[in-house]
């Protein structure tokens, strides 16, 4: 096998060596090269023998130094499509008629190294497994239940059990796995969830970290397995069993590892644990301390403004759009500038999730239509600037999820927007025009 070179960054190893766009690389000091990691595991070198199609040769290189070669993709070949239908899928409830890689469902264990996704191994081979132990390469699992039976149910993969032996066999050889459970109502929650987080603790330090997030459900789940949402009262029980075991954990190793996201919590009405809890935030891209972070933040960024005399008095009104779950804690923080900031306005908006239906909280999956209608009878209101979480954007892009841009709705309210980060420093700067 080999793959061909598209573009070699100029004036590197590379470039150096005279290895040309149109070469082939078919192995790096005698070990093949399928993709990216293969790439860039074998590059690392400083002296590299590099075979080419039609012949090899020498490049020597700092010690991180790139090699300097492109390909036509960035993993070097194609995705790996998701080969389960699981009954709690987010992609199977989309409406139809949106783009199409808002459809495309990766079980790609090269972008769980890379990019942080999550992986069922049910794409995983032998080899694979294999190579990331050689490798020594971190990975994040969707494990969702340590049964075999109840994982093949929910996975609707008759490999899904099968394939948790590579769970105990990659931690078993020390590599770092981050985990998470997707948990539904009369699934794997109770006594399965107990199961679950008694076996993967088991695995500790190999397993660093264990999130639990609940189901989200869409009003697209025609044809599809019913599924409950969590309420108060399951959400608390939920919370109570993994606080349980993180308690047990911290009074073991002092490593708490066993975290309920976010959204539990306010579901549940529930006091929302302090920063200092979620130690490493190792989960926080899964919605695990977010809150407590963006908390702790915008205090610590407002007693900075106190402390060098930043403070003032001008006139500002700042509106802020944000999902329903979000919006009672903007909303705090929102009302601690009054003392140091007295005549800075901050209205909070509340955006309900029509799109993909009510029974969907979070503001990173509401859309550039849902904030248009429900802001427009507030449009005189709103002041000079409008902000909004980057999350509600595709990434590195101004594009909402029903393909409207920022610009679509700062031409239809008549205001400018403003993105921002779960960043309590650049939430606050973003209200005082900084």
Request: aromatic residues 8%; glycine residues 6%; proline residues 3%.
């Amino acid at each position: 096998m080999s793959v061909k070179i598209i573009s070699v960054d100029k004036g590197s190893p590379a470039d150096k060596a005279h290895i040309k766009p149109g070469d082939s690389l078919v192995s790096i000091n005698k070990n093949p090269i399928h993709d990216i990691l293969d790439y860039q595991f074998y590059s690392s070198e400083e002296k590299l023998k590099v075979e080419l199609e039609d012949r090899t040769v020498t490049v020597k290189k700092g010690e991180y130094e790139d090699l300097g070669l492109n390909f036509e993709t960035y993993l070097m070949d194609c995705k790996q499509h998701c080969k389960n239908n699981c009954v709690f899928c987010f992609i199977n409830q989309l409406p139809k008629g949106m783009r199409d890689t808002l459809y495309f469902k990766d079980d790609d264990s090269r972008l769980s190294f890379l990019q942080g996704n999550y992986i069922t191994m049910t794409n995983l081979s032998d080899e694979d497994v294999d190579r990331i132990i050689k490798m020594k390469l971190p990975m994040n699992i969707s494990v969702h239940t340590t049964n075999p039976e109840l994982r093949v149910k929910l996975t609707k993969n008759p490999n899904a059990g099968k394939c948790l032996d590579y769970l105990y066999k990659m931690a078993a050889a020390g590599i770092e796995l981050n985990t998470q459970i997707v948990l539904c109502p009369g699934l794997n929650d109770g006594k399965e969830l107990e199961k679950t987080l008694t076996d993967l603790c088991m695995l500790y330090p190999s397993v660093k970290s264990i999130a639990c997030v609940p189901v989200g459900i869409t009003k697209f789940r025609e044809k599809l397995p019913k599924l409950e949402l969590f309420n108060k009262q399951t959400a608390s029980a939920a919370v109570d069993t993994l606080e349980l075991f993180g308690n047990m954990m911290y009074e073991k190793y002092g490593d708490r590892v066993v975290y309920a996201s976010d959204e539990f919590y306010l579901t549940a009405e529930r006091k929302m644990p302090d920063y200092d809890f979620y130690g490493d935030f190792d989960q926080f891209e899964n919605g695990v301390g977010m809150c407590a972070s963006l908390q702790k933040e915008f205090i610590d960024a407002l007693a900075d403004k106190r402390e060098y005399g930043e403070t003032d008095d001008k006139q500002r009104v700042v509106s802020i759009a944000t999902g329903v779950l979000a919006a009672p804690l903007i909303d705090t923080l929102g009302k601690m500038l009054k003392s140091d900031f007295p005549n800075t306005r901050v209205d909070v908006y509340t955006i309900r999730n029509d799109f993909f239906g009510e029974t969907i909280t979070v503001a990173g999956l509401l859309t550039a239509g849902d904030i248009i209608a429900q802001l427009m009878p507030y449009k005189e209101k709103l002041g000079g600037r409008l902000l909004i979480t980057e999350n509600m954007l595709k990434t590195n892009s101004d594009l909402f999820l029903d393909d409207k841009t920022v610009s679509d709705v700062e031409q239809a309210l008549g205001v400018a927007i403003t993105t921002v980060a779960t960043d309590g420093y650049q939430l606050l700067d973003a209200i005082l025009g900084e």
